[in-house]
């Protein structure tokens, strides 16, 4: 613990950790995992301490450590040795890493507390002279704790005539905890109602004032569901508050304040957890669940479960077993949205009582995370729900690791560190002998291979929940459409009568477009030019409201040309429909219905994204229109109609994954239909019906597309039968790129056709991006142990030819290849 060096990772692209000198002072502060402040060239940053070390590499010049940020260190031993794996296999400055791993650094107030444990609190009672291994001062401590309950403020130690040192080793014996709770917004509080069950007292008050019909269903309500918030105990009691506070004086019911989470959203208060009885295909999942936690060691569970097939109810039952034997649990969930709805459902199912649920996602605010983050590490909260960083939850004992919706490409990280949610999932479960349960109605290619060849146990879901039918899918050929119409609306004769239908009906339909904005393409009639980013090779999408072009890869604007930037031509014309333009369509050709559109432009914030999801939930809306955010894991019970206005767009991109892509958006999307009671059904436009990604999604045949794809991607020694990484050289400089490129690529030659294939370098298929130049290697090998060796040969060959390392961008396992 107290050795004299230690090795610290700093937010810097360098592949390396740096040695520091610990003054004597802060010994007993240093530990593995501490943040730290130290002086690097001519600033301090803030680094995390990797490991203690006896001695310093000869010949550097040595620094020290200038102060420890936390007292608890903020990392857990297992959490640095996952930052290492990742560090490792990604390829990534192992500072970046842990920046990624931790909260956000900001210039927090924090609020330090001392905490007397049972343990402290039986030393205390004792004499001071018969517990050993305190002095006086620490003695004197614990009583002062004990007196005030059990808590007091960092500060006060001092005055006690302790500092810091001395607390670390009272810590250390287990007598007291420190707890580093983050000030900000004063907590919200609620109050929430428990029957107290007294039988005598009942009967008096029955007595007193006859036991009326509302006190029944007060008392029946409390003793199904246990503690309730008050607003929530009033809807489901459908009583008034007098009812309540009656019962309250009476001594009937009890009453305490408990913190509401700043991560909770508004709808919370009237949410009724669902409280069903497992059916049969539900039950054998939850059966060799159970059977792996009794195994305790690591396993990877894929629970493959149709749309509305029920898996959310198997999740939480996972949660409470995992819960149930003193362990905790993460599920990882791939949009914020989803948070939100499965954080609403964890606080239902394990909240009410210990507030045990964090939610941790990137739209909480700085304080809201850290302070989310802080109450986890303090093992306050023993489940969290979060997106891709949230894996990196500082639970410790922890049971369960759940993937929702394990194929989306959300979970994959598109910036340094380039890590997959899921796969580091994998990892962390293995590292703490936890069990991984991946879900999903159309896993990914190399998950379902892994189910097929034993390695991960699969558990099935075949069908819906009560029995309720799939919905219908039903194609519709544009070409024949427009052949009959001659109309280039992007809403097609048949789509266009089912939302007519939808509306008389009055139930609801969910329009879906993969692109966002009014057109998303400028194009001249008379050279054909259309109108690229400056600083991208991409063309720009015109966006009519705001009146102007944006680059949705580098948010560069212009205004909108009157004619042709190259020829000068006056014939410009918009070409391919965005979001914005359908929903414009659909109020011209639906005028009185109630429409709202749900994309990036108009869900800015969680607020907006939740207003309008709960306005259609709660059937204040007819028709939402939207980008893919539609199609993921809401359970909408009144849509009745799916429409997907171009399947085809993501098919042809130059990608090997766009079949696989489309069969999976086309899937999930027409789960959104029929949830309920009422059937669904879903149409889907494109120029090419015969596909068989279409085919397939048509079908909802997921074994099929499987063999079929699993057959292009054999032969093609794409992953799942091949390891893949990808190598960008880039920079603002063209003549630089070429000559990197050119360097790398003398040293990657010599490699190829020895069990590894080096592609490449070719042109990136997005060659400008932000300005910069971009050229690519695509390595393939069979043998991942290869691939990595040869990478990191190729990291130290930049070193050594003085290439910068923010110039090359290693993407393993990539998702896109773009
Ligand atoms: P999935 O995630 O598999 O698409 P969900 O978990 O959202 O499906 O469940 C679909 C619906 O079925 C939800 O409304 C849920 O409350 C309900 N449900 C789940 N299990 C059962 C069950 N055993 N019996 C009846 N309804 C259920
Ligand atoms: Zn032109
Ligand atoms: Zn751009």
């Not at 650094?105 to 291994?133: F, M, N, P, Y």
């Not at 069950?197 to 409390?222: H, I, S, W, Y």
């Not at 991109?653 to 079949?659: E, G, Y």
């Amino acid at each position: 613990m107290s050795l004299p060096f230690c090795n610290v990772a700093l937010p810097v692209p360098l592949r390396t950790t740096f040695t520091y000198a610990v003054p004597d002072a802060l010994r007993d502060s240093v530990q593995p995992g501490s943040r730290v402040l130290v002086p690097f060239r001519n600033k301090s940053l803030v680094g995390v301490v990797v490991e203690c070390v006896q001695h310093a590499p000869p010949s550097t010049k040595i620094r020290e450590i200038s102060k420890v940020l936390d007292f608890l260190p903020a990392l857990t031993p297992k959490l640095i040795e996952l930052g290492q794996w990742i560090a490792g296999y990604y390829l990534a400055p192992v500072g970046e890493v842990f920046r990624a791993m931790l909260p956000p650094v900001t210039e927090l107030r924090t609020e330090r507390q001392i905490v007397l444990t049972d343990s402290g609190r039986a030393a205390a009672d004792k004499e001071a002279a018969a517990s050993r291994a305190l002095n006086p001062q620490q003695h004197a401590l614990l009583l002062r704790l004990r007196d005030k309950g059990g808590v007091m403020p960092f500060a006060s130690a001092a005055k006690l005539g302790l500092d810091d040192a001395a607390l670390q080793r009272l810590r250390r014996t287990g007598f007291i905890e420190i707890r580093e709770s983050v000030l900000g917004r004063q907590a919200k509080t609620q109050r929430v109602i428990a029957w107290k069950g007294v039988a005598r007292v009942a009967e008096e008050a029955a007595q007193r004032d006859a036991f009326d019909a509302k006190t029944d269903r007060v008392k029946a309500a409390l003793e199904a569901r246990g503690p309730l918030p008050l607003a929530q105990l009033l809807r489901v009691a459908q009583v008034s508050r007098s009812v309540v506070e009656r019962m309250l004086r009476d001594g009937l019911l009890e009453s305490w304040e408990e913190r509401v989470d700043p991560a909770e959203d508004p709808f919370d208060a009237g949410y009724i957890p669902p409280a069903h009885e497992l059916n049969e295909e539900q039950e054998s999942a939850m059966k060799l669940i159970r059977a792996r936690f009794e195994l305790r060691e690591f396993g990877v569970l894929l629970l493959h479960g149709v749309t509305g097939s029920g898996k959310t109810e198997v999740y939480m039952r996972a949660v409470q077993e995992a819960l149930a034997r003193g362990k905790t649990a993460i599920i990882l969930v791939p949009e914020i949205a989803l948070t939100l709805w499965i954080g609403r459902q964890c606080r239902a199912w394990f909240g009410a009582r210990f507030e045990g649920v964090a939610v941790l996602h990137s739209a909480l605010s700085d304080v809201e995370r850290a302070r989310e983050w802080w109450r986890v590490r303090n093992a306050e909260a023993r489940v969290v729900v979060g997106t891709r960083s949230a894996i990196f939850a500082p639970l410790e004992n922890l049971g369960l690791i759940i993937v929702d919706e394990e194929q989306e490409s959300s979970y994959k990280q598109e910036e340094t560190p380039r890590y997959h949610g899921r796969d580091v999932a994998i990892v962390r479960a293995k590292m703490e002998n936890a069990a991984a349960l991946l879900g999903s109605a159309t896993p990914s290619l190399e998950t379902y291979h892994n189910a097929r060849s034993g390695k991960y146990e699969l558990l099935t879901l075949t069908s819906r929940v009560e029995q309720r039918a799939m919905a219908s899918v039903e194609i519709v050929d544009l070409r024949e459409d427009f052949a009959k119409t001659h109309q280039t609306s992007p809403i097609s004769s048949a789509l266009h009568v089912g939302i007519a239908e939808c509306l008389a009906q009055r139930t609801q339909a969910l329009v879906l477009i993969n692109r966002r904005g009014y057109s998303w393409s400028v194009l001249c009639r008379s050279c054909g030019a259309s109108v690229q980013c400056e600083n991208c090779s991409i063309s720009m999408t015109h966006h009519k409201q705001r009146n102007r072009l944006e680059c949705h890869y580098c948010g560069s604007l212009k205004a909108i040309p009157k004619q042709c930037p190259k020829c000068q031509s006056k014939y410009v014309y918009f070409f391919g429909e965005g979001s914005e333009h359908l929903e414009e369509r659909l109020r011209k050709e639906f005028p009185g219905a109630r429409i709202a559109r749900l994309d990036r432009d108009t869900a800015r914030t969680k607020r907006q994204y939740q207003e309008t999801l709960g306005a259609f939930a709660g059937g204040a809306l007819d028709i939402l229109v939207g980008t893919q955010m539609l199609a993921k894991g809401h359970d909408f019970q009144r849509v009745t109609l799916v429409g997907v206005v171009s399947a085809d767009s993501s098919l042809s991109l130059p990608d090997f994954r766009a079949a696989e892509r489309t069969f999976q958006l086309l899937t999930q999307v027409a789960g959104r239909a029929g949830r309920g009671e009422l059937p669904g059904r879903v149409l889907i436009q494109t120029f090419y019906p015969e596909h068989y990604a279409i085919q397939d999604a048509v079908k909802q045949d997921y074994p099929a597309f499987y063999e079929r794809e699993t057959q292009f991607r054999r032969v093609m020694a794409y992953p799942p039968f091949t390891s893949l990484a990808n190598v960008i050289v880039r920079n603002t400089d063209l003549e630089k790129a070429i000559r990197w490129s050119r360097q790398l690529s003398e040293y990657f030659s010599p490699h190829d056709g020895k069990g590894l294939r080096i592609l490449g370098p070719a042109a990136a298929p997005l060659a400008k991006l932000k300005k910069e130049h971009r050229f690519q290697f695509l390595l393939k090998s069979p043998k991942r142990s290869l691939l990595a060796r040869v990478l990191g040969g190729a990291m130290t060959y930049l070193e050594l030819k003085e290439i910068p390392e923010t110039a090359v961008l290693v993407d393993m396992d990539p998702l896109s290849l773009m």
